[in-house]
């Protein structure tokens, strides 16, 4: 059974930072892509960030780029985001992602999987 476990999720101030943790099982990690959404209140989910299946390649939503990192470890099946500067427009439920291609950061059709979500607060 495949489970992406997120955590790190929580509240925070304006300007700090907080690190997200997807944690995988049930499948071989490292022939996955992971990318990571987030949706807001009354908003559709969006993507955020990508990471090839050796995290050499990592792509970014313009909303994020420049604050947001995205890194993987497959020695521990484990998918980070390091969220920085945090906003109050970044409040959201977090979720990772799962998927055989970069064509994720694109087409959410193209997430094979996908975690439950972790909350993340941003007060002003």
């Known amino acids: 059974q495949v489970q992406l476990l997120e955590s790190g999720g929580g509240l925070v101030q304006a300007g700090y930072s907080l690190r997200l943790s997807c944690e995988v099982s049930?499948?071989?990690?490292?022939?996955?892509?992971m990318g990571w959404f987030r949706q807001a209140p009354g908003k559709e989910r969006e993507f955020l960030a990508a990471?090839?299946?050796?995290?050499?390649?990592?792509y970014y939503s313009d909303s994020v780029k420049g604050r947001f990192f995205i890194s993987r470890d497959n020695g521990k099946n484990t998918v980070y985001l390091q969220m920085d500067n945090l906003r109050s427009g970044d409040t959201a439920v977090y979720t990772c992602?799962?998927?055989?291609?970069?064509?994720?950061?694109?087409?959410?059709?193209?997430?094979?999987?996908w975690g439950e979500g972790t909350r993340v607060t941003v007060s002003s």
């Open positions: 992602a799962a998927g055989r291609s970069l064509a994720l950061r694109t087409s959410q059709a193209d997430v094979e999987y």
């Open positions: 990471s090839s299946w050796t995290g050499a390649v990592t």
């Open positions: 049930g499948l071989t990690f490292s022939d996955f892509v």
